[in-house]
């Protein structure tokens, strides 16, 4: 298969979209360009400030390219001419392509406060110089208020505390990660921030943030004043579809770039995955709000291996999560409770508890909490959440590999795995298995 | 649906079975009767010796019997009359059934070796009075010799070394956990115990245990000798099928009792889970030699179900192992290489490397390498292989997952999963992903 692709945007997207080109179609000519020097491990960010040391700790190395074969160019693109099949950069290049995969990522979006322009007042930016400077000035900080209590939010502040500074979380919602989780997950975190010092506002509400030049404090709808010398905005993201718009690309209703199956845009040969690609739920096919780097690279390895041949599908997005504050690790995939409920899905829930490790008196034993839903009628998983040792990170993706590959709750039941005292939870009371057990008592 | 279920035998797959049905058939009379005291948990036993400190912090309680509403007799059973349904036993009682599972284990083998009845000499008996004086006699030893480099060896050569003593294990094979791993994970665990001092000796058979009374020294064919005032006989199991024997219940080729895919013997309303039950692989259907706790549940809950109705079928054991010694964590699921080439099967072979978290830079990094082997015509994943961070432990449990679930190579490059920073490697180098995605050049 011969033909050049170019791919626009060098982060997680961009460079599994690039990588899985060279790997289905190796005499292709690929071309990733991207317009920063650096590119940052987009889920490493908030741990730049406390455990990592430095934005130059956290760095996609650009060997993932070349060694793939991927030639890469610096430099921005400032339009998309699809009938000339080019594009053209701001260092006055022409680009050339047969097939195109745009990646652009997304920005954090700026919430309309007035003061949100304050200085020391900053959103969480993939770019290492503006990075850098949260880090110079976090040092002079001593009290930060983080306004969104999301992942990003949540993670930023269990690391600024660490530098010795005064954190205190904003969040709209009556929980953090409440977006997400179900409410037992959410106060499970927020106690356990609370615990080692950060303070959590929820079901509060901004109404400006003041000072004179440099921030000073945050003014709460209620009246009540946050005395601030830095405010972080970690409020989500906004897709990153201006370039794409402009050339007269199809916006899907969630405001990312629509796409097919196939990860194909509305124009012939042009493709879109990650941050700016419009994502739809696997459950109901609905536009979805997600935005993960771990999606990206989904959609980047489908829409690479798609360039010239249709050969993979995208069968719609999951969201699996997982993250760890303080000393507690929780995780999900899927569907929630409350998620399901708002769907309207016929559900049946499965819960179980045990620990990490076998017999109980194993060092590095935690409390294993796992929720498990599934469709009444089939039976079939669509969603779990688990808390609280680190065997979270991959015990939630077995969660994520039953949903994917369609198993029902009687098949969970019998599953076969593998047990180790020093590593999981004793066979007889694996938490998956009794969940499912416990669920078909229901149906 | 009503009747009397009598469970013989108190470990893993009689638990398991006992709770299953009380779960499907909450108003059916479970008695359990089994012939210990106290149960061990059985994969905890090596830990016993360092990590855990007695026998008694090993326990599995017999709580999860009494709240699920099963009743304990101890007492042994010596004999089973089918036309009767009744079975007696060593305390006089006579106990009617309507059903009876028999769970009576396994133990372990004691090769034939001059010597092995020395004083201290010991097998790895599922017996609290029996392990407490393993570990007093432990307390004297200075030089402890382990025959058979399985898992249990292993394990418990590592935590012996812990009290201080020297310890050396003989293998016959040319590597250990040759039976299982393939040579490269084989190599990888016995530098690590070597390093924390453990000697390895491999391809090595043992002529004779030595000494007067008390074992002194294990001859080796080479004719060396090996100074020892302790041996362990780690070499495997026999399942405990006197009683269904003499019964007349029909024994499968690799001597287990033979069991249909409901888990029933040759006998109506007589059915066999765990180390006593025959097994059959889950990809040729040829009985399997695999005996592990982890099996023993997911049969227990199958036969549970089954007693009154046939409701779950056993689709074959996968054999899904994880372990650690010293800091190395290993574990499969399924195939490795050598046994799909043993078994003649086409097959393509992936293999990954990463670390367990990203950055590089976050704490607790180790290294991860997954080799994942698939069958060449349909891309189905027969067996995965992974390494070396304590999060195998469930890593491995996603291999499970795929296996019995049946996904594709296509589809394991395409797995959404959940990655965080310091949980899990890069959503770009997932290693589940990318040895799919390499397999797939080789189709």
Redesign the interface.
Known sequence: MQGSVLVVGGS?GG??SAV?VK?HYPDADVVLVRKEEQVL?P??IP?IFG???APE????PDG?LTQNGVQLIVDEVTSLDFSGKAVKTAGGRELKFDKLILATGSQPLVPPIPGADLENVFVVKKDVAYLKQIQERLKEAKQVVIIGGGFIGLEMADEFRKTGCKVTVVEVLPHCLYQVFDEELCKKVEEELTKVGVEIRTSTKVRAIEGDKKVERVLLENGDHLPADMVILAIGVRPNVALAQEAGLKIGERGGIWVDRYMRTSQKDVFAVGDCAEKFDFLTGIPSPLRL??????EG??AG?NVFRL??E?RG????????VADV?V???GYSEQRAKSEGIDFVVGKAETVNR??G????VAPLKVTLIFKRRTGALIGGQVCCG?????????I???I????KA??I????????????A???A?PL?NAA??A??QF
Chains 1, 2 share one sequence.
């Open positions: 997680a460079i599994a899985a790997r491990v889920c490493g741990y455990t990592l040391g700790n956290n760095l996609i993932i780097a771990s999606i990206a690279t989904a390895r489908i291996a050969r993979r995208n997005t999951i969201g699996v999560f997982s993250t760890k690790a995780g999900m995939a076998h017999p008196g194993m060092p590095g680190e065997s979270v990170g991959e015990l939630v993706n077995v994520a590999a039953m994917q590959y369609g198993a009687d098949e039941a019998v599953f076969q795995m593998g047990t180790h005292p020093a590593l999981t004793s066979p007889l694996y298995v057990e416990l078909l008592k």
